[in-house]
């Protein structure tokens, strides 16, 4: 299951990124004044409220063509009596990384008749800080006393934390009940002097409560292999070039000390069994042929693996 919502949220990345920060006065300017009578809400839009797929299910919503291939859109739960209820309390913005022509296929269809979203906001809106792509709200040009942002993604709020709401992200469940669950807070919100002292105390309570325990988000990301998994190959063929691609993959990875440990061990265990396979297919005598060069393989403080080699072909070289 984890695999598939990996896949399906990485299928729109394409189509829903793929637009440049380029100048958009409609989208850059600032909210008119009438608007900002009330509280602004602004609500991402992809596995915030919806999830569009390339994939057919039977509890698809809405489907539009794509350049090559035709997306379906499904609904989170609830989402039309949240926004219902929210355009009551707030001025409701949709503020998402995805481009205008794709944006606009799923929001024609999700408030079809423009009286619930007051603006919407897409990609140009945003901005890049470090290299990540995030949602300012200062471009916005909006008073962040009365401005909150929820949004699935942490990042995309991280220049003003104090606004941002981190809500679930949705893919395919229809047991998923976040939306109602954000209401009585987001209420909360609508009648405060300024939103940030509430959110930023949310914020601690939900780091103290997952520091001791309590209930943690699941994780949407593939689980990660065993370690014999991912050496597998090299473990079954002993082939050293094999075992060097997997330390490289593994290298890219957050590894435990106790996996370094691991992965020596298993270093050694198949120079070994190479070594001992040489010596029986010689009947015990050593090589006359070139000396070739050696692969050193060494552990460092039990947290780290060096690995010492030349800048000849990789075939040229044998497990010392």
């Keep these: 299951m984890s695999n598939r919502k990996a896949a399906a949220g990485a299928s729109t990345k394409s189509i829903r990124r793929s637009c440049g920060l380029a100048h958009n006065a409609k989208t850059s300017s600032s909210l008119p004044n009438k608007i900002q009578e009330k509280k602004l809400l602004i609500l991402d839009l992809d596995e915030t409220l919806v999830h569009v797929s390339k994939s057919l299910q039977e509890s698809c919503a809405h489907s539009f063509p794509g350049v090559k291939c035709t997306y379906y859109v499904y609904l989170r739960p609830y989402v039309h009596k949240f926004l219902e209820r929210v355009s009551e309390l707030f001025d409701v913005v949709i503020f998402t990384a995805s481009d205008q022509e794709y944006a606009d296929q799923v929001l ?32 916005l040009g909006v008073d962040l006393a009365k401005a909150v942002l929820v949004d699935n993604c942490p990042d995309n709020f991280r220049l003003q934390k104090d606004n941002g709401i981190k809500i679930q992200s949705w893919y395919f469940d229809q047991q998923d009940e976040e939306l109602l669950v954000l209401l009585p807070f987001l209420e909360r919100l609508a009648a405060a002097d300024d939103v940030r002292p509430i959110v930023a105390e949310r914020l601690s309570h939900c780091k103290n409560e997952k520091r001791g325990g309590g209930k943690q988000e699941k994780s949407t990301e593939a689980p990660k292999k065993p370690l014999n998994i991912l050496l597998i190959y090299a473990d079954k063929s002993y082939h050293y070039i094999g075992l060097l691609k997997s330390l490289m993959r593994l290298s890219m990875k957050s590894l435990k000390a106790v996996e370094f440990k691991e992965i020596g061990s298993s270093v050694m265990a198949i120079a070994n069994e190479k070594l001992k396979a040489e010596k029986e297919a010689t009947g015990g005598k050593k090589k006359t042929a070139t000396k070739k060069k050696q692969l050193h393989v060494t552990n460092s403080k039990e947290d780290d693996i060096a690995l010492a080699y030349g800048s000849d072909v990789a075939d040229d070289y044998d497990f010392m």
Excluded: E
């Design 108 to 139: 024609d269809f999700l408030d079809p008749q423009a009286k619930l979203i007051v603006r919407r906001y897409y990609c140009d809106s945003g901005s890049y800080y470090h290299g990540i792509y995030v949602k300012d709200l200062r471009r």
